[in-house]
């Protein structure tokens, strides 16, 4: 069973730096790509990033590319995602989700973990 | 990007009533679609993908139709337990975009 549990949100203020977290407790983690998936405070939902099984490739968003950095490490069956140059606009609650079959839809969610940017 | 529009925003459905949801894509996203479910204070939960496959363990009560540009989402027998809002997201075409979600409450 998956179970994915993030961690390192929190207040930052604009410009500054945060790295979320994100455990997989199921089996299965460096099988699947994962992704990061963010839910802006008007309930909106926006994807962010993702990475290969391998960690090999990534792919961005273009209102993060340059800024986010997502990366995992297998062996201890953890996703992460580091976050510079925070903007106001990124306030939101971070998720992160996997994508069972490689095709970008999202079969298992984490609770997620709230970042605020805010001076 | 592939702008994904649902319908209504929100929907007031009386308890054992069928609930029609609608989304609509901009382009073609051919059978790519996935339907998730969001209840209060918890995170998305994925319920159909392929437009039509319903995922491990969702009930038979929701079922999901359309390809191209025109998808819904029907709850066959609204239950108080369904209460939520549900976003579609179009994985054709790069990058993946969502819906704005359609509340449903119980009438």
């Known amino acids: 069973q998956v179970q994915l549990v993030e961690s390192g949100g929190g207040v930052v203020q604009p410009g500054r730096s945060l790295r979320l977290s994100c455990v997989d407790s199921?089996?299965?983690?460096?099988?699947?790509?994962m992704h990061w998936v963010r839910q802006l405070p008007d309930k909106k939902l926006e994807w962010v990033a993702v990475?290969?099984?391998?960690?090999?490739?990534?792919y961005y968003a273009d209102s993060v590319r340059g800024r986010f950095t997502i990366s995992r490490d297998n062996s201890k069956s953890t996703l992460y995602l580091q976050m510079d140059s925070l903007r106001a606009e990124d306030t939101a609650v971070y998720y992160c989700?996997?994508?069972?079959?490689?095709?970008?839809?999202?079969?298992?969610w984490g609770q997620g973990t709230l970042v605020t940017v805010s001076s | 990007e592939i702008v994904m529009t649902q319908s209504p925003a929100t929907l007031s459905v009386s308890p054992g009533e069928r609930a029609t949801l609608s989304c609509r894509a901009s382009?073609?996203?051919?059978?790519?679609l996935a339907w998730y479910q969001q209840k209060l204070g918890q995170a998305p939960r994925l319920l159909i993908y392929?437009?039509?496959t319903r995922a491990t363990g969702v009930p038979a009560g929701f079922s999901g139709s359309g390809s191209g540009t025109e998808f819904t989402l029907t709850i066959s027998s609204l239950q108080s337990e369904d209460v939520a809002v549900y976003y579609c997201q179009q994985y054709n075409n790069w990058p993946p975009t969502f819906g704005g979600g359609t509340k449903v409450e119980i009438k």
């Open positions: 392929g437009a039509s």
């Open positions: 989700v996997r994508d069972l079959k490689a095709e970008n839809w999202f079969d298992s």
């Open positions: 990475i290969s099984y391998s960690g090999g490739t990534t």
């Open positions: 199921g089996f299965t983690f460096s099988s699947q790509p």
């Open positions: 382009q073609s996203v051919r059978y790519n």
